[in-house]
């Protein structure tokens, strides 16, 4: 197990971005496939993109062109870009691995969206 740290979040009117940040205190982000997860209130955790050791990504369909996923292995950092936010985004936003979470989860980043 690592200790994973997200960050990044906060208070965005509707159609702006936020970039979110998770760093890890090992390697985990350098050789396991990362998600990001979030979690609404009220609702379960749902996985929102995912990012692959080649290279490759995909998103639910919900954010699908609109957030960005990607990985700097230098810092150990996985990071999720997300444009055009809507009010429906907003959610505590966990990373781990994927598709299968498979270590412990870190406290989250909260995001908010003001209509």
């Known amino acids: 197990q690592v200790r994973l740290v997200e960050s990044g979040g906060g208070l965005v009117q509707a159609g702006g971005s936020l970039r979110l940040s998770c760093a890890d205190s090992?390697?985990?982000?350098?050789?396991?496939?990362m998600g990001w997860y979030r979690q609404a209130p009220g609702k379960s955790r749902e996985s929102v993109a995912g990012?692959?050791?080649?290279?490759?990504?995909n998103y639910a369909d919900s954010v699908k062109g609109r957030f960005t996923i990607s990985r700097d292995n230098a810092n150990h950092t996985v990071y999720l870009q997300m444009n055009s936010l809507k009010p429906e985004d907003k959610a505590v936003y966990y990373c781990?691995?994927?598709?299968?979470?498979?270590?412990?989860w870190g406290q989250g980043t909260q995001v908010t969206v003001s209509s």
């Open positions: 781990n691995t994927c598709p299968t979470p498979i270590n412990s």
């Open positions: 990012i692959y050791p080649g290279g490759s990504t």
């Open positions: 090992g390697s985990i982000v350098n050789f396991f496939a």
